[in-house]
C-alpha cells in the first residue's frame, strides 16, 4: 500500500486549526491509521499522547483519542508536556506509538500531529505514506469489536517523569546554585516543566511566558520573538536567559548582555565540550543546509566535520543515526543529543549549556560564543497553496542570476516550507550588502510568480 505524503510535511501534519487536514475529522482518520499500522502481535498496544497548551489542541486530542481507542489501542493521555516528553514516555511506557500535538513556533491559529514510533523516534517517509494510505482508504474493516475497545486513562506525572530525566543527564552532583536564570517558555508546553526544572536545581527563576490561555502560545514571546526576554535579562541582571519556543523542542540562549545565542553557537559549544571530554562521536556534528558557514569553518579548524542535511530534525536525526554522530540540529534552535532524546530537547539542551557555565566559572557571554557567523539574510515569501512559483522560469533565472552574483563567495537555500504555504530564500556571504541584494531580486521575482 502507497501514497503520496500530501498529508505529512517535514515535521509532521500541520496547517490552520479546524481546517483540512487539521481538523477533527482528519485527526480521527489518522489515529485510526496509525493504529491500524501499528498494531502487531496480540497484546494489548498503546499509545501516549501529550500536547500544547492551544485552543485547538484539546479538540484533536479527543479525536485522536478517539481513532486510536476505535482500533482497541489504549490511550494514555500526557496532558501539555514538551515534545521530547513524548518521545522519551514512548520507551519509559513500553508504548507502540506517541503523539504530539502542536505547530512547534507557529501562533495559536495553527496545529500540528506528530508521531513517534515505538524507538522514540519519528516516522520515516515511508510509514508516513503507508499511514496516509489507510486514511485516504479507510479502516473500518480493521474495527475493534466492542469487547476489546481501547481504555482511556489520563497520566498525572508524566511531566515530573521528564523532569526528573531531564535533570539525570547532567552531571552528578550538578547544581546551579547562585546563577539567575530568565526563563522564557512562550505560553507553551514547558510552562511548568522548564521552571521548575531549573529551580529544583537550585537556580533564582525569573519566568515569563507561563500564563497560556489557548490563544497566546508564541504570540511576543518565545524563541521566535526573543526581545522581551532579552530585555528581562538586562533588566534583572541576570546571568542568562532560556527561550523556548511552543513545543519546548528548540532552545536560543540569551547571554548576560542580552544578546541572542542561536542554535548554532550552541551547537559549536556543545561539540566542543564533548570532544574536550572524550563524549563526542561521529568526529563532528550534523545539521542542514541553514547553518551558517561560520560554523563550518570553527569546526574545521578544530579538526571537526559539519555534515550538511536538508531541512527538517528528523532528516538531521536519520543522519545522526546512520553514520553513528550523538550531536545534531539546526540554526533555529532545535538540538539533538542522541545520548539522551530521540528529537530536538531545548531543556536537556539548555541545561548542557549552563553545565558548561558552571564547569567554566565565567559568563554566558565568554563560552556561548565560539566563531564570527558569515553574513546571513533569510526571508520568507508566501504563496498561494496551488501555485508553483519555483517552477516559472523568471524566478529559475532571478535564481541563476544571484548564483552568479555570489561567485562562490556566498551561497543560496531556498526552499519550500514543509509546514506552511511559504518559500524560504536564505543567502549567505562575504559581502552583506551584496546578499541582501541577491535575496530581495529574487523574492520579488517569486512574488511577482506567486500573485
Known amino acids: 500500500m502507497t501514497a ?15 481546517a483540512y487536514p487539521i481538523t477533527a475529522e482528519i485527526a480521527m482518520k489518522v489515529g485510526m491509521a496509525a493504529g491500524r499500522h501499528f498494531t502487531r502481535g496480540a497484546h494489548r498496544h498503546r499509545v501516549v499522547i501529550g500536547k500544547d497548551t492551544r485552543r485547538s489542541s484539546y479538540m484533536l486530542e479527543t479525536a485522536l483519542t478517539a481513532g486510536f481507542a476505535s482500533m482497541g489501542l489504549d490511550v494514555t493521555t500526557l496532558g501539555p508536556v514538551p515534545t521530547p516528553a513524548v518521545g522519551m514516555l514512548v520507551r519509559s511506557l513500553r ?166 545565542v542561536d542554535g548554532d ?54 543522519r545522526m543515526r546512520a553514520d553513528g554522530f550523538n550531536v545534531g540540529g539546526e540554526q533555529s534552535g532545535h538540538v539533538v543529543l542522541s545520548d539522551f532524546v530521540t528529537t530536538g530537547d531545548g531543556a536537556i539542551t539548555a541545561l548542557q549549556v549552563i553545565a558548561e557555565i558552571m564547569r567554566s566559572g565565567k559568563s554566558a557571554s565568554d563560552v556561548c560564543n565560539f566563531f564570527e557567523p558569515m553574513p546571513q539574510v533569510l526571508e520568507n515569501v508566501r ?23 555570489l561567485n562562490g563567495s556566498g551561497r543560496l537555500v531556498i526552499r519550500k516550507s514543509g509546514t506552511e504555504p511559504v518559500i524560504r530564500v536564505m543567502g549567505e556571504g562575504e559581502c552583506p550588502n551584496l546578499v541582501h541584494e541577491v535575496v530581495n531580486d529574487i523574492c520579488e521575482s517569486i512574488e511577482s510568480a506567486a500573485t
Open 95 to 260: 508504548a507502540d506509538l506517541g503523539v504530539m500535538i502542536s505547530a512547534s513556533h507557529n501562533l495559536h491559529h495553527d496545529n500540528g500531529i506528530k508521531l513517534f514510533g515505538p524507538d522514540g523516534f519519528k516516522l520515516s517517509d515511508d510509514v508516513e505514506r503507508i499511514i496516509e494510505a489507510y486514511v485516504h482508504n479507510g479502516t473500518e474493516e480493521f474495527l475493534s469489536p466492542p469487547e476489546t475497545l481501547g481504555s482511556v486513562k489520563r497520566l498525572d506525572d508524566g511531566r515530573a517523569r521528564y523532569i526528573e530525566f531531564a535533570k539525570s543527564t547532567l552531571p552528578r552532583r550538578m547544581n546551579f546554585d547562585g546563577l539567575r536564570i530568565v526563563v522564557d517558555c512562550a505560553n507553551g508546553a514547558a510552562y511548568r516543566t522548564a521552571p521548575d526544572m531549573l529551580w529544583e536545581l537550585g537556580a533564582e527563576i525569573i519566568p515569563i511566558g507561563i500564563s497560556p490561555n489557548g490563544l497566546n502560545i508564541n504570540h511576543e514571546c518565545g524563541s521566535t520573538s526573543p526581545s522581551a526576554a532579552q530585555a528581562k535579562v538586562v533588566e534583572t541582571r541576570a546571568d542568562l536567559g532560556i527561550c523556548l519556543d511552543g513545543d519546548a523542542d528548540r532552545v536560543h540562549i540569551i547571554d548576560e548582555k542580552g544578546k541572542l
Open 265 to 318: 553557537q550552541i551547537m559549536a559549544l556543545i561539540t566542543t565540550a564533548w570532544a574536550r571530554d572524550g563524549r563526542l562521536r561521529g568526529g563532528g556534528l550534523v545539521s542542514t543546509v541553514m547553518s551558517n558557514l561560520g560554523l563550518e569553518r570553527y569546526l574545521e579548524s578544530k579538526d571537526l566535520t559539519l555534515e550538511r542535511t536538508k531541512v527538517g530534525d528528523r532528516y538531521v536525526v536519520e
Open 4 to 18: 503520496s505524503r500530501k498529508l505529512f510535511g517535514t515535521d509532521g501534519i500541520r496547517g490552520r486549526a479546524n
Open 383 to 405: 504563496f498561494k497553496r496551488d501555485s508553483k512559483p519555483l517552477e516559472v522560469e523568471s524566478v529559475q533565472a532571478a535564481i541563476a542570476k544571484g548564483e552568479e552574483r
